[in-house]
């Protein structure tokens, strides 16, 4: 038997035996040892293979069975089970997070909005005439002001905090971003046919701001009715008289009003048992609807003519020449809706990658810490079967290389048995001598006719 090589190190062959790379000197099929010069050429080329390959499987996806550890270094190293609890955790830990950003995403498809006091300051004041005063401007109108006697109308308003009891600092929602139109209506018979109206509508370039203030010449009290219509988002729509008795919703969005509708077709048992796209009208739908039976889908076109616009919030105030000072101001309580504060964190927290790079590096250094385990495993099972049986170890891996040999040069089949005679005589190969022969004369007759030109009709 040759001398062992002088290194072996311990890589997987194909056939479950270690492979040994070349360092130093390296044992030849034929007998002998080859040269220092030669053996460092077919290192730095195995080496350069190893790191291409290598970079391969750093852009190849990791995957979590990665991470583990195998039972063999479990058994080794019982310290490592630390580590497992802390990967089973970290799963855990991963689904939970996975199934709340999920939710969040659900949530956020949805109007989330709370309910809070709007205080409306509906306030006064006269102003005596000055003929030597110039003319002004004023602030709502933008009419010129005539040094006459004349009062101010002021609408504000302040977001109240979640007690109702202050205003909130810290909200961002200035008085007119909670309305789609505002009109004072001042008495028709005072102030004409043209001038009896004070009107606000938001429009797309509309900036809001924290209320109105309107002016008009006079010096004597006024009554005035301030129209105030709440910018509902989503949009919210009034129900008829009837539907809103049976359902119990006076205002609401359209698809709460369908959720509505559909929640008393299922309590009533108004879906028709044979054709489950019909709806049986009870007694109160076909006043409603005016059908004894209708289609699911006609559902909304049937619900269209049953809702119109919110009505206004109607505030009436009398604009009294003869109140002291402290009674010129009115206050009034509106409910409105705001988005949620959570809404944004729940985004943020959706979009953010804040931590993303730190624990995708973390990943990799567990990837390759776990990687390095395996080859120290490796290695260590390969110098332990070299050292409880060295021949049997030599002869073994010789085996395995002279298989992957064989494999890497499509030489396949059993080298031994094809050295005999015998292994000619079998019933396959009386067949199989023939058609050889036959392909090889049918190849060579075809490079002939090619050559001479002949064409076959």
Not at 9 to 23: C, E, L, Q, W, Y
Not at 112 to 139: A, C, N, Y
Not at 241 to 254: F, Q, V
Not at 276 to 301: A, C, G, H, S, W
Request: aromatic letters at 8%; proline letters at 7%; hydrophobic letters at 35%.
């Amino acid at each position: 038997m040759q001398p062992p090589p002088a290194h072996l190190s311990p890589h997987a062959g194909r056939h479950g035996m270690p492979v040994a790379p070349t360092h130093g000197m390296r044992m030849q099929q034929g007998g002998g040892v080859q040269s220092q010069g030669r053996v460092s050429d077919l290192t730095k080329k195995r080496l350069a293979a190893d790191t291409k390959v290598r970079t391969v499987q750093k852009v190849k996806k990791r995957k979590l069975g990665d991470k583990v550890l195998t039972q063999r270094v479990r058994e080794l190293v019982p310290e490592s089970q630390a580590y497992m609890d802390l990967l089973a955790f970290e799963q855990k830990l991963d689904s939970t997070i996975m199934r709340k950003r999920l939710e969040i995403q659900e949530t956020l498809k949805k109007p989330m909005k709370l309910k809070r006091k709007l205080r409306v300051f509906i306030s006064h004041q006269f102003f005596p005439g000055d003929p030597e005063m110039p003319p002004t401007t004023g602030t709502a109108t933008a009419d010129s002001e005539p040094p006459v006697p004349h009062w101010e109308l002021k609408v504000e308003g302040r977001l109240l905090d979640e007690a109702g009891t202050k205003p909130d600092p810290t909200s961002k929602n200035r008085f007119t971003s909670f309305f789609k139109n505002l009109v004072v209506e001042l008495d028709k018979d005072a102030y004409g046919p043209d001038n009896h109206l004070a009107e606000w509508h938001r429009d797309q370039k509309t900036e809001d701001n924290d209320g109105f203030t309107i002016s008009r010449p006079g010096e004597e009290s006024v009554k005035a009715t301030v129209l105030l219509l709440l910018n509902h988002q989503p949009v919210q729509y009034k129900l008829t008289t009837k539907l809103a008795r049976l359902l119990g919703i006076h205002t609401a969005t359209r698809p709460t009003i369908i959720n509505a509708v559909w929640q008393y077709i299922k309590t009533n048992h108004l879906q028709d048992p044979q054709e489950r796209e019909y709806i049986n009208n009870d007694k109160y739908f076909q006043q409603i609807f005016e059908v004894p039976r209708m289609k699911f889908t006609e559902l909304p076109r049937r619900l269209q003519p049953l809702l119109s616009p919110p009505d206004p919030i109607v505030i009436h105030h009398i604009i009294n020449a003869d109140a002291p000072e402290g009674k010129r101001t009115a206050c009034y309580d509106i409910e409105v809706e705001i988005d949620d504060p959570l809404k944004s964190s729940m985004h943020s927290f959706l979009i953010s990658g804040t931590n993303q790079q730190e624990i995708a590096t973390l990943d990799n250094k567990i990837y390759e810490t776990v990687e390095q385990i395996n080859n120290i495993k490796l290695q260590r099972e390969f110098y332990l079967g070299f050292a409880h049986d060295p021949q049997k170890f030599i002869n073994e891996w010789l085996a395995s290389q002279s298989r992957d040999l064989r494999a890497m040069k499509d030489k396949m089949g059993n080298s031994e048995a094809e050295r005999r005679s015998s292994f000619y005589d079998q019933t396959w190969c009386h067949e199989a001598v023939p058609r050889y022969f036959y392909a090889k004369v049918s190849q060579r007759r075809t490079e002939l006719e090619q050559a001479l030109g002949i064409h076959h009709p």
